[in-house]
């Protein structure tokens, strides 16, 4: 899509985040200008600036993410990932973009989660969908062992703080393009509820025709 398609998008009040994540495939500055303007012509709104009793798009906010990571890179994304309210929007993007340098910078700042998985449930079990949809997904992607094995800490740790079935199932799935033999095993010992139940096994089933 043009720079021009997606202003007569915004203008017509059609321009949707999913436009936004798929033109920061293709990041130049002329794009980053771009949204900024439009998002101070249009007034979006920001996450910081929504009431939360409104159902709103805070398009800025995304608008201000995709940007900065046409001026500057994964290391734009990586200082915008140290304010907690863009945690989320930034681990969209990554998720999006879909790359080895986007694991990369997935695992480099958001390096307390992975650690401490409990530091912030939400945001780690956001981190663990992302991990799903990069690497559960053909093409396959390199993942070297450091990072496997990183990955598979983190899911395993983070599964005991789930607080939905919805949410093991997402833990138990990320495991899929990294899992070894031992994850398979706590994958297949693991038991959801509807309409998650088959899960465990076909978990376990995709890690072990991987290995």
Not at 8 to 22: F, Q
Not at 95 to 121: G, H, M, Q, S, V
Not at 127 to 148: D, E, R, T, Y
Request: aromatic letters at 8%; a negative charge.
């Amino acid at each position: 899509m043009s720079i021009i398609s997606i202003q007569k998008r915004a203008k017509a009040g059609t321009l949707e985040v999913e436009h936004l994540l798929k033109e920061a495939a293709y990041p130049d500055h002329d794009l980053a200008d771009a949204l900024d303007a439009m998002s101070a012509e249009l007034q979006w709104h920001a996450v910081d600036e929504m009431d939360s009793g409104r159902l709103m798009v805070p398009l800025a906010t995304w608008a201000q993410v995709v940007a900065t990571y046409c001026r500057e890179g994964y290391g734009g994304l990586h200082r915008l990932a140290t304010e907690p309210k863009l945690a989320g929007f930034v681990i969209g993007l990554l998720e999006e973009i879909r790359t080895n340098e986007a694991l990369d910078t997935l695992l480099l700042a958001f390096r307390a989660y992975l650690n401490e998985p409990w530091k912030d449930r939400g945001v780690s079990f956001r981190i663990a969908a992302a991990v799903n949809l990069i690497l559960g997904f053909k093409p396959a992607m390199h993942v070297g062992m450091s990072q496997a094995m990183e990955l598979q800490s983190f899911l395993r740790e983070l599964y005991p703080y789930a607080g939905s079935d919805a949410q093991r199932a997402t833990a138990l799935l990320a495991l899929r393009g990294i899992g070894d033999e031992s994850s398979a095993e706590f994958a297949a010992c693991q038991c959801l509820g509807s309409p998650w139940e088959e899960v465990p096994r076909i978990v376990a089933k995709y890690i072990r025709k991987r290995l």
